[in-house]
Every structure is written in structure tokens, then in C-alpha cells.
């Protein structure tokens, strides 16, 4: 059964402080992607990474950065939490070839104090 | 550019009764078109896809959805709702290999059904 995990489901932190968020997929797929979610605004692309060490903006990167050292592992990283950065955080991954749907971890509930 | 839109934010219907939840989309070349759904506090759940042949595309739960090229629309269909079918649905849209293989997702609509 195919799978990708999230690190955390709840993570409760305060303005300033350095969040990670980590993202492990076990499909071998290549790309792989992190989302911002939050009412009314549907899901936002933050980074992908299309291979290991490489990433791409998506549409709203500010105040974010990633780490893919690993073909199986992305992370999300906030370098300095803000309260406007509390949502749920989304991880997923696709394939190159094959199966052409997008498989989602189950989430990561930011708070940021 | 690709883009989806999902014009209801809320659908709301009966138990025992058929839903449809809309969903139409733009894209430069031939789509793939994707459903999913996601339950409170949850990840996002794959529920169907077209890629190519019937337009008729028969997915998880009993969900099926109709991909019409004409009116460039794909929406999501179930025959008789159960209240264990609300939850956020979302659409999406891929370019087909040569473009671009990342997904642009609507804004998702809520589904209500009620007892």
C-alpha cells in the first residue's frame, strides 16, 4: 500500500521560532510537493522538487524554504514562524510515469502563537 | 495556463437522493482531470481520474464523474448520497506529458448531506 507520512499532525509553536515539517514517501516518485490549505483559498502551492536537490517556487514561497537531500524525504522549513503562517500543511508526490494522480500525506495542523 | 473552477462552495442534499458537485476547467492541450476528496483534519484522498476513452469515469464510494470537452467540464456524480459522503471535494487539472505535470486544484467545495 502506497504511502506518504507526515512528521507531525499537530504542531503548536511560537512567532520566531525555526518549524520543520517533514515529508517521506515510499512510491519512489520523483517529484514531490508542499501545499499550503486554508479556508475559502483552497490549496497553494509553496515548493516542489522535481529531484533530489532540486526545487522550484510555487506560488507563494515567501517565508519558506525546502530540503530534498533524499529522493524518499522533503521538508518544509519556517525559518521564522509567523502567526499568519498557522494552517494546515499538506505534502504529496507524483510519479514521472505511471500513475499520473498525486498522493497526499495526511497533514500537518500548524499553529503558530 | 491551467485553471479549474469549482463555482458552488457548498452543495447541500438529501441522503438517498443524487449529487453533483461542478467542476470545469481550461487547459492549452488535453487534460487529466482528477477528483478528490478530503475528510476533517485529513490528507487528501484520490477518488477518480480521466485520462483518455470513456467519458464516463467510475471512481471510489460509488462517485462517478462525466468529462464533457465541449462544455470543458467534469463533474462529480453519485446516485444516491450517504451522509458519510460529506466531506470537501476538490477538482483538478493536469496537462497531459509535454506540459506541465503539476496539478492546479480548485478551490474545493463542501458537500452537506443530510439524514
Known amino acids: 500500500d502506497v504511502k506518504v507520512t507526515q512528521s507531525s499532525r499537530y504542531l503548536v509553536k511560537r512567532t520566531g521560532e525555526k518549524v520543520f515539517l517533514e515529508c517521506v514517501q515510499d512510491m519512489d516518485h520523483e517529484n514531490m510537493f508542499w501545499y499550503r490549505q486554508d479556508p475559502g483559498l483552497g490549496l497553494r502551492l509553496i515548493y516542489f522538487s522535481y529531484d533530489v536537490k532540486m526545487k522550484e517556487k510555487g506560488d507563494i514561497p515567501e517565508g519558506y524554504s525546502v530540503s530534498r537531500e533524499k529522493k524518499e524525504r522533503f521538508s518544509l522549513i519556517l525559518e521564522s514562524a509567523s502567526t499568519n503562517q498557522t494552517s494546515m500543511y499538506l505534502c504529496?508526490?507524483?510519479?514521472?510515469?505511471?500513475?499520473?494522480?498525486?498522493?497526499f500525506g495526511p497533514g500537518t495542523r500548524l499553529t503558530v502563537l | 495556463a491551467q485553471s479549474v473552477a469549482q463555482p458552488e462552495d457548498q452543495v447541500n442534499v438529501a441522503e438517498g437522493n443524487p449529487l453533483t458537485v461542478k467542476c470545469t476547467y481550461s487547459v492549452s492541450g488535453n487534460p487529466y482531470l482528477f477528483w478528490y476528496v478530503q475528510y476533517p483534519n485529513r490528507g487528501l484522498q484520490f477518488l477518480l481520474k480521466?485520462?483518455?476513452?470513456?467519458?464516463l469515469v467510475k471512481g471510489s464510494y460509488g462517485f462517478e464523474a462525466e468529462f464533457n470537452k465541449s462544455q470543458t467540464s467534469f463533474h462529480l456524480k453519485k446516485p444516491s448520497a450517504l451522509v458519510s459522503d460529506s466531506a470537501l471535494y476538490f477538482c483538478a487539472v493536469r496537462d497531459r506529458p509535454g506540459g506541465s505535470y503539476i496539478p492546479t486544484f480548485g478551490r474545493g467545495t463542501s458537500l452537506i448531506v443530510h439524514p
Open positions: 504529496a508526490s507524483i510519479a514521472v510515469v505511471g500513475w499520473v494522480e498525486q498522493f
Open positions: 480521466y485520462i483518455t476513452g470513456d467519458n
